[in-house]
Every structure is written in C-alpha cells, then in structure tokens.
C-alpha cells in the first residue's frame, strides 16, 4: 500500500523519517478519545432509559390514583346531588338545631368564665 510522500520504493525506516508515527501515534491517541467519549455516551444513554422507565412506572402509579381519587369524586358528587333534591324544610331545621347548639355552647363557656 503505498501512501502519498513516502514514494515508490520507501523502506520500513524511511516512515519514521516522513512522519508517520507521528501521525499514527496521533490517529491512535485521537481514536481511545473517540472510544472513551463513545463509552460516555454508552453509559449515558443507559442512565437516562432507566430513568425514562422509572418516570412511565411513577405517571402509570399517578394515573391509578386519579382514576380512583376521580371516581371518589363523583360519587361524593351524586350524593350532593341527592341532598340538594331531598327536602330544604329539612336542611334548615338541621341549620337551625346546629346554630342553638354552638349558641348554648358560647352562653355557657361565657356563664362559667
């Protein structure tokens, strides 16, 4: 194989006189920095798929809990529901009987103090 500036006839020593070591010591060198960025880049893209199943388990674990905190939701909200259509009268009287309580209650800590 012949390479440009070495000639036709160029003998094993005469690459150490054009500077071919040097530039495959060069080439050598360059390559185990490509490796090493290569293996960076390997370890890497490892990390950030474990972390990529990490997050996917934590949305699924998220999506479960909304699912049921939702269903909870409406089910409190059919039950609003059922009281709003249920009786005032009834709604009121208990207001009613709530507000004498604390009301008695106030009296008699105030009474005692």
Do not use: P
């Amino acid at each position: 194989m012949r390479r440009a500036g070495l000639g036709d006839g160029a003998q094993g020593g005469s690459y150490v006189a054009s500077g071919y070591s040097v530039y495959e010591e060069e080439n050598e060198h360059l390559q185990e920095g490509l490796r090493a960025k290569v293996t960076a880049l390997k370890h890497l893209s490892i990390d950030i798929g474990t972390e990529v199943k990490n997050q996917n388990k934590m949305l699924q674990n998220m999506d479960t809990d909304f699912d049921s905190t939702g269903g909870l939701l409406g089910a409190t909200m059919g039950r609003l529901k059922l009281l709003s259509r249920g009786s005032q009268t009834r709604i009121f009287c208990y207001m009613l009987l709530f507000a004498l309580f604390v009301f008695f209650v106030l009296y008699w800590v105030i009474r005692l103090r």
